[in-house]
């Protein structure tokens, strides 16, 4: 049954969870409303009512939502990230130390690439200052500037809790239109990817690359308590590493569209089986936690 999001999904969580309950898992899709702690609402409701559900707990996903701070628990793990820095002001600008240009510039708690644009990639201070004001206005939250990063950009998805957490897939993006060293994986993108991009599944990539970019990625997502699925998005650096961009723990699930299913289809891997493997791995993980609290 779909239970909805907002008010609904609490009046339909409530009747469903009183005797005879109704509701043995919910599959959390929800991305809320309002706040950058959006994408915890529905997870928290359901912790608040016992109510067992699909991908990560409420901590993960307002703390993924706010890139500077995943980024910060990243770092604190070892796992390198593009220089940058927050901007809550415009005036900020002239007091922080901004890493060198070319930078890039999108909303610090936004994801499905709300923010970033084709034009977001800046060249000088007088284009950052314009792209900063811009964003500040149109999103009324604070601004990340990243130092711009010239390498492959891939996507990774993971499934599974801790360590026992593995890596599905790595999937190259790469431009059809635009040298590599000048691509953003933009919204505009996104919205005409059959012709903005192509995707290489394996990456076009030296198995050490691979296997670093992997690395990386299971490490964030491990590092930020990611649960059952997620995908996290590496970007190669001037020198070729792998860099931590950013981590989507409520990926999108599009059969067509999504990059997850794309990564998993290229992967012989059915839309049916993907969708059942976070179920189970749902299910695997809140078995073993009611197996500890049983245990005397």
């Not at 609490?10 to 469903?16: D, I, M, S, T």
């Not at 950013?246 to 891997?269: F, K, Q």
């Amino acid at each position: 049954m779909k239970l909805g999001g907002g008010r609904k999904f609490l009046e339909q969580a409530l009747a469903a969870s009183r005797p005879p309950r109704t509701i043995d898992l919910v599959f959390n899709i929800a991305e809320g409303r309002n706040s950058r702690c959006r994408e915890a609402h529905v997870p928290a409701a359901c912790e608040m009512l016992g109510i067992p559900y699909t991908h990560s707990d409420p901590l993960t996903l307002a703390l993924s939502l706010d890139k500077p701070l995943a980024n910060r628990v990243a770092a604190s793990h070892g796992i390198p990230t593009a220089p940058h820095v927050c901007v809550e002001h415009l005036a900020d600008l002239d007091a922080l130390p901004l890493p060198p240009f070319p930078l890039i510039a999108k909303p610090a708690c936004e994801g499905s690439s709300m923010g970033i644009r084709r034009h977001s990639r800046c060249e000088n201070r007088g284009e950052l200052q314009d792209h900063v004001a811009s964003l500040l206005e149109q999103y009324a939250g604070p601004v990340i500037v990243e130092r711009f990063l010239p390498g492959i950009e891939a996507t990774v998805g993971i499934v599974g809790t801790g360590a026992e957490a593995q890596v599905l897939g790595v999937m190259e993006i790469a431009p059809r239109k635009i040298a590599t060293e000048n691509f953003i994986y933009s919204l505009e993108v996104k919205r005409d990817y059959l012709r903005e991009v192509e995707y290489h599944v394996p990456p076009r990539l030296p198995a050490a690359v691979y296997n670093a970019i992997a690395r990386t990625a299971l490490g964030a997502y491990r590092a930020i308590g990611c649960r059952d699925v997620g995908r996290v998005d590496v970007r190669l650096d001037a020198e070729g590493v792998p860099c931590f961009i950013e981590v989507n723990p409520l990926p999108g699930l599009n059969p067509v569209s999504s990059d997850l299913p794309i990564l998993a289809g290229r992967l012989g891997i059915s839309y049916e089986t993907l969708i059942a493997t976070i179920v189970e791995k749902a299910i695997a993980r809140q078995s073993a936690v009611l197996a500890v609290h049983a245990s005397p």
